[in-house]
């Protein structure tokens, strides 16, 4: 089990994991849009287990969006439609300031500070990468696009941000996606020509037959565990090549 940090100089709080034994690198975690949850807790400890620390800041708690906040959203998601329907002025109330570019200024600096955190710790020695899921997978690029010492980024089923330069990005990048997530899978070959146009290594893969969250084991209506298990050992798989 890991415990919870403070960062103050960006008023931002995290979850740490430390490996048992040697440490091999560091991984930045980022969370899902339903707050930092225990799923993505747990996703540290998984990481920390495979020898890396791991530190998955909080930074929806920087607007309110807790995981108590994130776990109502999603009975309100996964509930009839008239309730949906009612429930649309909380669920702009609660994740429109995720979406705001003031939000953005504030959240890559924050990740940022998270690198430094990390490049300071015992045994890292240089090698840090990052993975976010959902709005963490659009981080996970939005960090790589800012930080040029990261040595990888994962992305699961994560939008590119929409003023990224990829030509900016200088590790490589493995993203995860689910065939029926249309929203974003379908902007993959477009992405796939801008990265191989910007001479970024990026490898995309498309799991057919499941949608957005397939990596998400406490999501029963959305989780595949064929798919997750083998995201699951390619990212560890390029963790080990790269870090």
């Known amino acids: ?32 849009i339903w707050g930092l949850a225990d799923h993505i807790k747990d996703v540290a ?23 108590e906040v994130g776990a109502e959203l999603q009975q309100l998601m996964a509930a009839d439609e008239a309730t949906r329907t009612a429930a649309q002025p909380r669920m702009r109330e609660a994740l429109g300031g995720a979406r705001s570019p003031e939000f953005a ?5 924050a990740l940022r500070s998270v690198v430094d955190l990390l ?37 699961f089923y994560g939008g590119f941000p929409e003023t990224g330069d990829p030509a900016t990005i200088s590790c490589p990048v493995l993203a995860f996606y689910g065939e029926e997530d249309h929203g974003i899978t379908d902007g993959v070959p477009e992405l796939e020509q801008r990265m191989a146009d910007a001479g970024v290594d990026f490898t995309a893969r498309v799991y057919h037959e499941v949608g957005h969250a397939f990596f998400n084991d406490t999501s029963p209506s ?12 390619r990212t560890l798989d390029f963790f080990g090549r790269h870090l």
Do not use: K, N
């Open 222 to 233: 959305r989780y595949d565990a064929e798919a997750a298990g083998d995201a699951w050992q």
């Open 119 to 155: 490049l300071e710790q015992p045994g890292v020695d240089g090698s840090v990468g990052v993975v976010g899921f959902c709005f963490g997978g659009s981080y996970s690029y939005a960090l790589a696009l800012a930080e040029p010492r990261l040595r990888a980024a994962v992305a």
């Open 45 to 67: 400890d998984r990481f920390a287990a495979e020898g890396y620390l791991a530190v998955a800041p909080d930074l929806l708690g920087h607007i309110g969006l807790t995981p």
């Open 105 to 109: 200024a504030w959240a890559v600096p």
């Open 1 to 32: 089990m890991g415990t919870m940090i403070e960062l103050p100089q960006h008023d931002l709080t995290a979850y740490r994991a430390d490996p048992p034994g040697e440490v091999r690198g560091a991984v930045v975690v980022i969370q899902e």
